[in-house]
């Protein structure tokens, strides 16, 4: 079952312009991650948040959790044609026994020259 | 390292057949998952294993599929017999432990049942 959702679904922006993509899920988390997939491909993973962190920034990525509203936001400021492909949230609950990531549905982006 | 490595990328097989595919996860991680990837479902995890042994089968849909890691180096998943439905992209991952660890993904067998 997916425990992810994003939202929304899909998004058209402009080379330059700013993406925000948002995730929410359902049970409590260990850490919630992203991952970025171009078409073809596997997953490639972006950046990691850990439950107790509200905010995290790598290069041209921000991310933020709020594990009260269960919701993380994914930025990508400066947006190039590079940055097309399908964004993926991955909730950890870290079960005892060993964690695995459940992944969300994904937000396909598009970064028109 | 040449990173997580699937075998093969693509697979034609008809209804019925048997189909193994094949990971070799980094060298030095200790977890290894089989994800799989369709339009309708999105990407689900079939099992994982922790240091060869697996933890978590309940993912892997029905008696049909069966995976192995028989070393650090090496796992496979199996589908026997195989069935139109089990068309998807079957993705294996590593990760050098449980918990605050991304994953490092395969290029994906991407398997068609005809």
């Known amino acids: 079952s997916q425990q992810g959702e994003e939202d929304p679904q899909a998004l058209s922006i402009q080379e330059g312009e700013n993406a925000t993509m948002n995730c929410s899920y359902k049970t409590s988390i260990n850490n919630l991650q992203w991952y970025r997939q171009n078409s073809g491909r596997g997953l490639v993973h972006l950046i990691l948040i850990r439950s107790n962190e509200r905010e995290k920034h790598s290069g041209r990525l921000r991310v933020t959790l709020d594990t009260s509203k269960k919701s993380s936001s994914l930025l990508i400021t400066a947006s190039r044609a590079a940055d097309t492909a399908s964004y993926f949230c991955a909730t950890d609950a870290g079960e005892t026994s060993g964690s695995r990531l459940t992944f969300g549905e994904g937000t396909q982006l598009t970064v028109n020259p | 390292d040449a990173g997580v490595i699937q075998s093969p990328r693509h697979e034609v097989t008809e209804m019925g057949q048997e189909v193994t595919l094949r990971c070799k996860p980094i060298?030095?991680?200790?977890?290894l998952f089989w994800y799989r990837q369709t339009m309708m479902r999105g990407l689900e995890l079939l099992i994982y294993f922790n240091n060869n042994v697996p933890i978590d089968d309940s993912g892997m849909p029905e008696d049909r599929f069966s995976a192995k890691m028989p070393n650090a180096s090496f796992s496979t998943l199996k589908i026997q017999p195989s069935e139109p439905r089990d068309s998807a992209v079957y993705f294996c991952a590593s990760s050098p432990g449980t918990g605050f660890y991304g994953y490092t993904f395969g290029s994906g067998t991407r398997l068609t049942v005809v």
């Open positions: 060298s030095g991680h200790n977890s």
